[in-house]
């Protein structure tokens, strides 16, 4: 007779404390496996949009570093849903608080970034990314983002915190200007 | 040019992406990641509603039981050693309720990246330094020093470092991976905080003055070779290079 002996009870509360364990291992191997695959596919797209947004190349390294170190806390929590947007968007808004910093100490990093790209030259690549470096911040993000970073139009308005269509038609004008300066040369 | 060219261009990358190597991954902190709700909670929920009614208590005992093995089963596998994997990943930081190296940072918070970096952890009441060595291509092994921390209420902290052997013959070109070191830097980015260098066989912190109002630290050696660094955090500072 089982009546009145909390066996149920010991095996419930010992089967609980087994799954937990293993989920939490598991859960760990797994995520931290995520975040390394992040960022060998995205640490040097990040990098780079860090620069797009103005950044110096150590201060871009550092918000790269500080999105990852942000993405293991908040997997701690909830892991967020879209983790390589999530990322981007984390890049972008400690790039616009630089930004923000630089211009209350009365400088123009996205100035100085634009000035200071890559050394010049004549092929394609290179005057294609001047270009680039020379429109819009917002316009400049939307093509980094959607071209180079091949994120959807869903994954560019969470980055930027607009609106989907606004996320298209920048795109477009974007592309549209991008010609224009190209045609310029 | 084209549309479809102009995209081919950007998805290749802006140029300078080419010769940029990013730091490599190492990692320290805790990857405890909470079960909470879902699906585990909701089947022992069912089966404790199936315990408290009799004419379902024995298959709830016998689902238990079942549940109990499997679990047991998978703990087991999942826990079992594993060859190395080889990342570099060397540290794992346990507790984070750690006393605070700084200002009331708790010492897992302490980030190590950029491959060869310097980590932290508590071991009773000292701060032990990690150097890590993921790198092929270095000469560093791990070494450990001991750095005991004071703090101050609620404020600021006072790091010692021992002095240790440099054992890489040139120490301040590789001591940080990826950085050409004539200066390393502590960073001290709200909680984070790596880096150190060995200059002539002592490793010494070099902490920068952080641009926050309110911050102020200072460093200085002592005559018996301790590096210390001191001063106030208020709260999430950011710290500048150079």
New interface residues.
């Given amino acids: 007779m ?2 009145g002996f909390p ?3 010991y ?2 509360f ?3 404390v ?12 797994r ?2 496996g995520d ?2 695959e992040l ?2 596919q995205r ?3 990040l ?2 949009y860090a ?2 947004l103005g950044l110096s ?3 871009a ?2 918000a ?3 999105a ?2 942000r993405l ?2 908040a ?3 909830q892991t967020p849903e879209r983790p390589e947007a999530w990322l981007f968007r984390t890049v972008h808004n400690l790039a616009m608080d630089e930004y923000r910093r630089s211009r209350q100490r009365d400088t123009s990093i996205v100035r100085q970034s634009a000035s200071s ?2 050394p010049m030259s004549f092929d ?3 005057a ?2 001047d270009a ?1 470096d020379r429109l819009p911040n917002r316009q400049r993000a939307v ?2 983002l959607r ?2 970073a ?1 994120l959807d139009f869903h994954a560019i308005s969470f980055v930027l915190g607009i609106a989907e269509g606004s996320a298209r038609s920048t795109c477009f004008q974007a ?1 549209r200007r ?2 224009d300066l ?1 045609g310029d040369r | 040019m084209r549309n479809s060219e102009i995209r081919r261009l950007l998805g290749r990358g802006h140029p300078e992406e080419d010769a940029y190597r990013p730091p490599g991954l190492s990692q320290s902190g805790v990857w405890a990641h909470k079960v909470t709700g879902g699906p585990i909670v909701r089947v022992v929920h069912a089966l404790r509603g199936a315990l408290d009614q009799p004419a379902t208590r024995r298959v709830a005992i016998i689902a238990s039981a079942a549940l109990v093995v499997v679990a047991a089963a998978q703990w087991l596998v999942v826990s079992s050693p594993r060859a190395p994997r080889p990342t570099g990943l060397q540290l794992t930081i346990q507790d984070r309720s750690a006393a605070a190296l700084a200002g009331g940072v708790p010492i897992a918070a302490i980030q190590a990246w950029g491959g060869g970096a310097v980590a932290a952890r508590q071991v009773g009441a000292d701060i032990q330094l990690i150097l890590l060595l993921p790198e092929p291509d270095t000469t560093w092994r791990t070494q450990t020093v001991q750095a005991a921390p004071r703090l101050a209420p609620n404020r600021g902290a006072e790091v010692r470092a021992h002095a240790v052997t440099c054992i890489d013959t040139n120490p301040l070109a590789s001591f940080v991976y990826g950085m050409a070191v004539s200066e390393t830097t502590l960073k001290l980015d709200g909680p984070q905080a790596s880096g150190g260098a060995v200059v002539n066989g002592t490793f010494v912190f070099v902490l920068e003055r952080p641009a926050a109002s309110g911050a102020n630290w200072s460093v200085s050696r002592t005559s018996d070779g301790y590096i210390i660094a001191s001063g106030t955090f208020p709260g999430g500072v950011h710290c500048l290079r150079g």
């Fill in positions: 089982l009546g066996l149920g009870e095996l419930l010992g089967s609980l087994c799954v937990v364990l293993s989920a939490q291992r598991m859960s760990s191997e995520n931290e975040v390394k960022y060998e640490a040097i797209q990098w780079s620069r797009r190349t150590d201060a390294e550092d790269v570093q500080e990852f170190a293991i806390r997997s701690e929590g790209v890559a394609a690549r290179t294609l990314w680039v093509l980094y071209y180079r091949s592309l991008l010609r190209l």
